[in-house]
């Protein structure tokens, strides 16, 4: 499967973006989805998951209340909405499939990664 990130770009502090993730190669109906981010100088980590059929979603603390991920089987598309963001979340972006939770190591499948940056 394939796996192809965009929607990033620059934004103020406290402004949104939607990343999507669209999926190709086969279907991913059945299989949890996860969003992982590595911000410049730093190690790529966990931002949230969402299991295959919508219903679950887990996010890491920092993230909470402002992100949410959601999905569409039928466009086999993964969504990530970003609202009140930070300086902080300044990082390349990164989709992933075939895994499991916060275990960036478990992932078989990623996309490319798509760049957002916050400013103050």
């Known amino acids: 499967v394939q796996l192809q990130a965009f929607g990033g770009g620059l934004v103020q502090a406290g402004g949104s973006l939607r990343l999507s993730c669209a999926a190709s190669?086969?279907?991913?109906?059945?299989?949890?989805m996860a969003w992982f981010r590595r911000a410049p100088g730093k190690e790529r980590e966990y931002v949230g998951s969402?299991?295959?059929?919508?219903?679950?979603?887990v996010y890491v603390d920092s993230v909470k209340g402002r992100f949410t991920i959601s999905r569409d089987n039928t466009k086999n598309t993964v969504y990530l909405q970003m609202n009140s963001l930070k300086p902080d979340d300044t990082a390349v972006y990164y989709c992933?499939?075939?895994?499991?939770?916060?275990?960036?190591?478990?992932?078989?499948?990623w996309g490319q990664g798509t760049e957002v940056t916050v400013s103050s």
């Open positions: 969402i299991s295959w059929n919508g219903r679950n979603t």
């Open positions: 992933a499939t075939g895994g499991l939770g916060s275990d960036l190591y478990s992932y078989d499948y």
């Open positions: 190669g086969r279907s991913f109906y059945g299989y949890p």
